[in-house]
T-cell receptor, first 112, second 114 residues
């Protein structure tokens, strides 16, 4: 089955700087790559996603890049704020309605 | 919309006892997923249903775990003879199958096996 690797597992940045999280996947058939944010004691929530027909997607301060040849995708948070501190999970799936395989997660801390 | 509803939110059970977790998906969602979350293993896929039919249970420990979806409004995850290593947050999620895989997670059921 699909395997998703996510790095780094821990990321600490200064407020106002950028944060980058990288994921790689194994199954070239994967075609959907969402990112979830999970705050302490809460459930994971979708923040941005990208499909295989795109290379870049941006929603406000969130940028997702997809390199299908390298089977890598990444999340970039520009101008980080303390409220961005949370666990972030990348995921991949290969078919609409199929299960998501998640990366191991990144704990992001934004220092004021 | 109430979102995905999971009960109980917390459960403490003794080793060897049975635990049953319930999930009510978002109305109209045809796909229901069960995941297990621990600090060490992260988010592990267990099983999922589409239109109440089991589609993929490849993540389920076969001997003691079972899941059912008797109707479109609820699914259950049953763990028999619970072990301390079963302690985790069990997350249920639902989606409109075929609509881009946006999974909406419930708040989770925290199971502690003592």
């Amino acid at each position: 089955g699909e395997q998703v690797e996510q790095l780094p597992s821990i990321l600490r940045v200064q407020e106002g700087s950028s944060a980058s999280i990288n994921c790689s996947y194994e199954d070239s058939a994967s075609n959907y790559f969402p990112w979830y944010k999970q705050e302490p004691g809460e459930n994971p929530k979708l923040i941005i996603d990208i499909r295989s027909n795109m290379e870049r997607k941006q929603i406000q301060e969130l940028i997702v890049l997809l390199d299908k040849k390298a089977k890598r995708f990444s999340l970039h948070i520009t101008d980080t704020q303390p409220g961005d501190s949370a666990m972030y999970f990348c995921a991949a799936s290969y078919n609409a309605g199929a299960k998501l395989t998640f990366g191991g997660g990144t704990r992001l801390t934004v220092r004021p | 919309n109430a979102g995905v509803i999971q009960t109980p939110r917390h459960k403490v059970t003794g080793k060897g006892q049975e635990a049953t977790l319930w999930c009510e998906p978002i109305s109209g969602h045809s796909a229901v997923f069960w995941y297990r979350q621990t600090i060490v293993q992260g988010l592990e896929f267990l099983t999922y249903f589409r239109n109440q039919a089991p589609i993929d249970d490849s993540g389920m420990p076969k001997e003691r775990f079972s899941a059912q979806m008797p109707n479109q409004s609820h699914s259950t995850l049953k763990i028999q003879s619970t072990q301390p290593q079963d302690s985790a947050v069990y997350l249920c999620a639902s989606s409109l199958a075929g609509a881009g895989n946006t999974l909406y997670f419930g708040e989770g059921s925290r199971l502690i096996v003592v």
